[in-house]
């Protein structure tokens, strides 16, 4: 009796509110919000992007729901449940498949589930403007993850009146490309396929395509050097072997302010570098991020997603805001 109580003790309760408020919830499904964001006349706001984005995570753990309209109460118990994945929890309490499921995706559900940032990024790639140049659009996302941005790069194309889309994800984690990849099979949107994005011969779908979106988020956290992930060393393969395919395309981020420390050697790396140094006096990967361009503006890494704060509750970002 007494272990029991002990155990009842380290139960962690059940957040107190919704994942966002009901005034901004659309008793819509996942499919109707991205079909009304595919319109060029529909602005992008904040609780539209959000809408998308808590729907996408619940599509995401049950991938016949995209095109059901799932209560906000259903979403918001899913995303406590993610919050408490490896915590006592009574919501979790029997709920062993749900549980699984949270551990095992739960790193590309960290960065999709940070709803500021994944708002602030998400506009930033579906709200851009390209001159269209054919009916069909091809789209790379590198370290596909959930596969959100591939979402984001298909909005992209249709607001752009583009006809038809062609999008490859490229993730190394065998379980979560496959989970992507049935998802985003689902939709419409893509594939995805599991392979090392460093490596040459993983790009050979490419062969003499123009590429019109190149999306990679490999970038490593806050005071992490680059080295600790593969974002430059993606780029100098593409660029080294694929610059005809890519020369044109646009890029997220399209560009990313690093230094040795925030006062130091401070450069910013894009497109028009090849996202490398010029010159190798200190090394490119044992430099860190500082901040990244979003929307044409350059914007730190602490403050990605901040416009996107006051529709998510404090109690919820205290939990959720882990992208970077």
């Known amino acids: 009796m007494i ?3 002990s155990l009842r003790l380290l139960q962690r309760p059940a957040m107190p509110k919704a994942v966002i408020s009901s005034a901004i919830y659309r008793e819509t ?3 109707f919000d991205i079909a009304e964001a595919e319109d060029p ?14 729907k996408f995570f619940h599509a995401y753990v049950y991938p016949d729901t995209h095109e059901k309209v799932v209560p906000l109460e259903q979403i918001s118990l899913l995303l406590d449940q993610f919050v408490h994945r490896r915590l006592g929890s009574d919501i979790l309490e029997g709920c062993i498949e749900t549980r699984k499921i949270l551990l095992a995706y739960g790193f590309a559900l960290c960065m999709l589930a940070d709803l500021p940032k994944s708002a602030h990024v998400f506009k930033s790639i579906a709200d851009g ?9 091809t789209g790379l996302d590198i370290g596909s993850g959930t596969g959100i941005l591939i979402l984001a790069m298909s909005i992209f194309a249709k607001r752009n009146g583009f006809l038809n889309t062609s999008i490859v994800g490229i993730e190394r984690n065998q379980i979560v490309a496959e989970r992507t990849n049935d998802l985003i099979g689902r939709m419409g949107l893509g ?10 011969g993983t790009y050979g779908f490419l062969e003499n395509k123009k590429v019109h979106y190149v999306t990679n988020e490999t970038l490593p956290s806050i005071n992490r050097s680059l080295w600790k992930e593969d974002f430059i060393f993606i780029c100098k393969t593409l660029y080294d072997h694929f610059y005809a ?19 130091e050697m401070l450069t910013v790396i894009n497109s028009s570098n090849c996202f ?18 979003l929307s044409g503006n350059m914007v730190s890494l602490e403050s990605v997603g901040h416009a996107y ?3 998510i509750p404090e109690v919820w970002r205290a939990v959720l805001t882990h992208r970077w």
């Open 309 to 311: 704060e006051e529709y």
């Open 3 to 5: 272990k029991k109580a």
């Open 129 to 137: 403007t390209i001159v269209q140049d054919g009916e069909s659009f």
């Open 41 to 54: 006349a529909t602005e992008l706001d904040g609780p539209l992007l959000i809408n998308i984005l808590v």
């Open 276 to 293: 490398q140094m010029p010159d190798e006096k200190y090394p490119l990967r044992l430099m860190k991020p500082y901040a990244i361009s």
């Open 245 to 263: 395919q890519i020369s044109e395309a646009k890029f997220f981020p399209d560009a990313i302010l690093v230094g040795r420390s925030q006062t």
């Open 29 to 31: 499904s996942l499919a």
């Open 191 to 200: 594939n995805v396929i599991v392979a090392d994005a460093k490596k040459r």
